[in-house]
């Protein structure tokens, strides 16, 4: 197991799903269980499902002098940058380390391949892109961290993690290596991934999208419900932010199972957690609530539920949020932590939305309805195709000081 | 500002005209070598795996096989840093299009195939491995941001690291965006400094400031030109040539300097 690692404080953080734009609408909506699911209605084609679709991206275009990034999902990333002050904390750290001293470190799955799909439909006489979409930068993955560095004018380290649906839980960990070795003073870490054809008609293709509203851990979940959401996050060393929440450790781990199954014992997702209690120095029942990978597939499901009832005493409150948001993908990481971030600033554990009859398989741990109680350090799960699993480790603001 | 030190074990190429170390060492010798089969035979993988896969896959596991051989070391226990500035072109292209005419037919096998970590996650599944692994990309300068990384893991973790850095050439109109004309990989074991026998020990720093342009003979510079994986050709010359330094861009602002040093 690896050795305990300082914190890094998490001196910001803002997030825009289907639950609204900024911390303000979110921290409502879990409070409330208030689903942000809609019926389809983005897709190229019909496609009979639920979807997690921010309002207000397509009114929100590009400042001018960024209009060569334009597409869907940069538009959402200068949304979501917009809300909670988060672009002027971003400033002052600038300020303050130095535009080379700040990484960049976001996740995606899809970035904006949803341009390049544009693209592709309205192909010109001669088969090539339609001239206003003949933007290479945009049709590659790194397009959104390209896009975000510039928007920030940051010049430190800068990728893309692009791991499905881990991605932005696993910026957490190239962030805290980076400070810790010195490379960086800060990072914004973070992710963004939009609804696209691919990914609405290609989860379809492998019967994982469900014809309802997803019911994350429901005896009769029918499959996931995919949304879009952005998230972003500032790390920097405790000292810089004393009273701020907490990243406290994180793990990494391989199924080397199934390209888009994942290991029917959960091996990698246990290897994640038990990497990142060590990381953080925290025995399992020290942990207060965790927020799960929870997509409503069948399997996912199954196999999480029976890891959090080995893992876990009831003590420990678990629930998924994706009833709420939808399974955003590459962005789902950081959702998620963000979700996290203000279940312990509130204390509030959000029910686990969307279930109707809860699966006997799920044991003490979770919580079918939103409950009040104080909490000092929580995880999140995020697990991705590939046998891909991350997980993190938060602790309140003021918690461990 | 601070440095990483790590010793490399291993180095996979596949490129054009030349298969591992010793090829581009004969080619900037002005000597000719025999050139690579077409398809990348990925040994590796198992052999039903090797038939189905995309060429991504069989490319990255071909060079990461490479490597893992050179260093002696048990690919179970290596970290995974796989970078790609592209992922699978050929499955993208094959998305576009039949999403554009008929997007309830999308092949499922396809689908997952075209997550960015396809390459890592049959790698990891072929060698049994638990350890961390990722797939990262940053446009042109994909070699040295998965560079940095891997030598972070090693810094940061005290153990050996898997990079590979691969792109396959482009299909379809995305040929025009993407500009990759020819396939390139090139992968590399990466270590904690220790008794083990090393090909190189590498040290890197950071600073502000880009690389400058190259000047390779053919057919480097062609390769360098044709895939931003190639890239990694700032490195592999200086390796090839025994040289002492290298620089390699980390980010649109950022260049890695890397002093290199030899076994007796």
Request: charged share 15%; net charge negative; proline share 6%.
């Amino acid at each position: 197991m690896p050795d305990r690692i300082a914190p890094l404080a998490v001196s910001a953080f803002t997030t825009t799903s289907a639950l609204g734009h900024g911390l303000a609408a979110h921290a409502h909506a879990l409070a409330g269980e208030v689903s942000g699911l809609r019926p389809n209605d983005i897709s190229s084609a019909p496609l009979p499902c639920w979807i997690g679709r921010v309002d207000g991206v397509e009114d929100a275009p590009l400042p001018a002098d960024l209009a060569g990034w334009e597409c869907r999902n940069n538009r959402l990333a200068w949304l979501g940058l917009g809300q909670d002050g988060f672009l002027a904390r971003v400033e002052a750290a600038r300020t303050r380390y130095g535009a080379h001293r700040i990484a960049l470190m976001l996740g995606t799955s899809t970035a904006s391949i949803g341009a390049t799909e544009e693209g592709y439909r309205r192909l010109d006489a001669d088969g090539r892109l339609p001239a206003d979409l003949r933007r290479p930068a945009i049709h590659a993955p790194h397009s959104l961290s390209a896009f975000v560095a510039e928007a920030l004018g940051l010049q430190g380290p800068c990728l893309t993690v692009s791991t499905a649906c881990s991605s932005s839980a696993k910026v957490f960990a190239n962030a805290e290596r980076l400070i810790r070795l010195g490379l960086a003073d800060a990072a914004v870490v973070g992710g963004v991934d939009t609804l696209c054809d691919s990914v609405l008609f290609g989860f379809n293709a492998l019967e994982l999208v469900s014809p309802e509203p997803c019911r994350p851990f429901d005896a009769r979940r029918r499959g996931i419900s995919i949304g879009e959401a952005a998230g972003f996050a500032l790390l920097e060393r405790v000292d810089a932010a004393p009273g701020a929440p907490q990243l406290l450790g994180y793990g990494e781990a391989t199924d080397a199972h199934h390209m888009s199954t994942p290991h029917p014992e959960g091996l990698g997702a246990e290897l994640a957690l038990r990497e990142a209690l060590a990381r953080a120095g925290l025995a399992a029942d020290q942990v207060d609530y965790i927020n799960l990978h929870g997509t409503a597939s069948l399997k996912n499901d199954e196999v999480e539920a029976a890891l959090v009832g080995r893992a876990f005493g009831e003590r420990t409150r678990a629930s998924s949020t994706k009833g709420l948001t939808g399974h955003t993908l590459g962005a789902a990481g950081i959702l998620e932590a963000v979700l996290t971030l203000l279940a312990l600033r509130d204390g509030v554990v959000p029910g686990n939305a969307g279930v109707q009859t809860p699966d006997p398989a799920c044991g003490a741990s979770f919580a079918w309805q939103t409950e009040r109680r104080e909490l000092r350090v929580a995880l999140s799960n995020s697990f991705g195709f590939g046998g891909n699993n991350a997980c993190l480790a938060f602790a309140r603001g003021g918690a461990t000081a | 500002m601070s440095g990483l030190q790590v010793t490399i074990e291993g180095i996979g190429l596949w490129a054009a005209q030349a298969t591992g170390l010793d090829d581009l060492a004969r080619l900037l010798d002005g000597i000719d070598v025999a050139a690579p089969a077409a398809r990348p035979p990925a040994a590796m993988l198992p052999a039903n795996e090797r038939r189905r896969a995309p060429e991504s896959v069989l490319l990255a596991a071909e060079v990461a096989g490479q490597a893992v051989a050179q260093s002696g070391r048990d690919a179970a226990e290596l970290a995974c840093v796989f970078t790609s500035s592209h992922g699978d072109q050929g499955i993208t292209d094959y998305l576009c299009a039949t999403l554009a005419s008929a997007p309830t037919e999308v092949s499922p096998t396809k689908f997952h195939n075209s997550v960015h970590n396809a390459p890592v996650g049959y790698w990891t599944i072929a060698s049994g491995c638990h350890a961390a692994s990722t797939a990262l990309c940053a446009h042109r300068e994909s070699f040295g941001a998965g560079l940095l990384e891997a030598a972070c893991l090693v810094a940061a973790e005290r153990r050996p690291v898997l990079l590979v850095c691969s792109d396959v050439a482009t299909s379809g109109p995305l040929t025009e965006m993407a500009g990759c004309t020819l396939a390139f990989g090139t992968a590399m074991v990466v270590a904690p400094a220790s008794g083990r026998p090393s090909l190189a020990r590498l040290g890197l720093q950071l600073a502000p400031g880009h690389p400058g342009e190259v000047a390779w003979p053919a057919p480097l510079q062609a390769w360098h030109d044709g895939n931003p994986a190639a890239d990694a050709l700032r490195l592999l010359v200086p390796l090839a040539r025994r040289a002492s330094a290298a620089v390699a861009a980390a980010g649109p602002g950022l260049t890695l300097h890397m002093q290199l040093e030899y076994p007796a």
